[in-house]
């Protein structure tokens, strides 16, 4: 199944439903067609789509990143206890970091969202 059959089938299905709900089962009265507001469906749809696709990557950046940061050092290659204690510290820098980021750009995405309703 095509990345596109899913928003179209769940599009035609709400654009059947809305009708319904409007104008019962017959569509009696009704002067427009379910293609046509499946189309708006469509479009609202593939936006919101959009905005999931990109908080995705997002989010597997983070984990990489924390993933990366929170693995711990090679205890051949890190010997001295200042020299480790450094290397924490600077890794817990970094994870506090990249925390601190995803919480501004995931409060940013949620207030421009709730601009949008």
């Known amino acids: 199944m095509s990345?596109?059959?899913?928003?179209?089938?769940?599009?035609?299905?709400?654009a059947e439903e809305i009708?319904?709900?409007?104008?019962g089962d017959d569509y009696r009265g009704c002067t427009v067609r379910p293609d046509q507001i499946s189309a708006l469906i469509r479009d609202g749809l593939k936006k919101y789509q959009t905005q999931i696709d990109d908080l995705l990557e997002l989010y597997e950046k983070v984990v990489e990143a924390v993933d990366l940061l929170s693995t711990p050092p090679d205890v051949t290659k890190v010997t001295?206890?200042?020299?480790?204690?450094?290397?924490?510290?600077e890794r817990l820098d970094g994870i506090h970091a990249v925390t601190t980021k995803t919480i501004q750009t995931t409060a940013l995405v949620r207030n421009a969202a709730q601009a949008e309703e």
């Open 3 to 14: 990345n596109n059959a899913q928003p179209d089938k769940l599009a035609s299905s709400l």
């Open 19 to 23: 009708l319904r709900t409007i104008y």
């Open 80 to 89: 001295d206890p200042d020299q480790l204690r450094t290397l924490l510290g």
